[in-house]
Structure formats: C-alpha cells, structure tokens
C-alpha cells in the first residue's frame, strides 16, 4: 500500500479515467479522494453520513453548508459534519479539492462515481 502521493499524479489519474472524484486511498478507518469541479460546474452532492474534510488546492468557488456560505480559495479547509446540506457553487475558476472521511458504503461510492 502506498504511503506517499503526489497531487499532480493524482490529477492526472483522475484525468484519465474520465471522472470528477478520484478515490486514492482507502483503509478501514478513512477514503481520501480527489474531486475536481469545473469552472461554471454544478455540484450534485447530497447530504452523507460520514464527517467530511476538503482542503482547496486551486480554484476559486463559494460553498454552502447549512444556512453558512463562504469563498473557498487555495489553502481553504472546510468541514462539513455528517448529514448537513452542502455544495459548492459559482465556481470561477476551476476547482480541485482534496477529499477525506470515512469510507463510503457502495450505495454512496456509486453514486459519487456517476457525478459525472
């Protein structure tokens, strides 16, 4: 298993295979992923059962969770608790997160997979 990661490998990964989430890690206790929205993009995500962490590695976007609304920019770190309304929207330029929780159940992977 690897241990170390490269964002720019991982881009060009989740590049390859088509997709706006990567998945490059999981073990019992987390996922971590790679989810990338373009500019002008729509974020379909519903509300999960795991707590999520997502720090900004470029772009620029707004994002809602709950009745809060803030700009995420490079360096940006959000949390998002489990079950809360949430999305990023008026994304300026295109948007590339890093992603970590709990891992999700199929049902949930399905559905983050088919995001495209």
């Known amino acids: 298993m690897p241990h170390f990661f490269h964002i720019d490998e991982l881009s060009r990964q989740r590049g390859e295979n088509g997709k706006l ?4 890690l999981r073990v019992p206790a987390m996922s971590a992923g790679v989810y990338v929205l373009p500019k002008g993009g729509t974020d ?6 795991e707590d999520e962490v997502y720090y900004v590695v470029r772009g620029r976007a707004r994002m809602q969770i709950g009745p809060d609304h803030a700009e995420v920019r490079p360096g940006s770190v959000i949390f998002v608790e489990a079950e809360a309304e949430h999305r990023f929207y008026d994304v300026q330029e295109e948007l590339e997160l890093l992603f970590s929780s709990r891992p999700l159940n199929r049902s949930q992977r399905l559905r983050t997979e088919n995001r495209d």
């Open 44 to 49: 379909l995500q519903k509300p999960h059962r």
């Open 21 to 24: 989430y990567l998945e490059f």
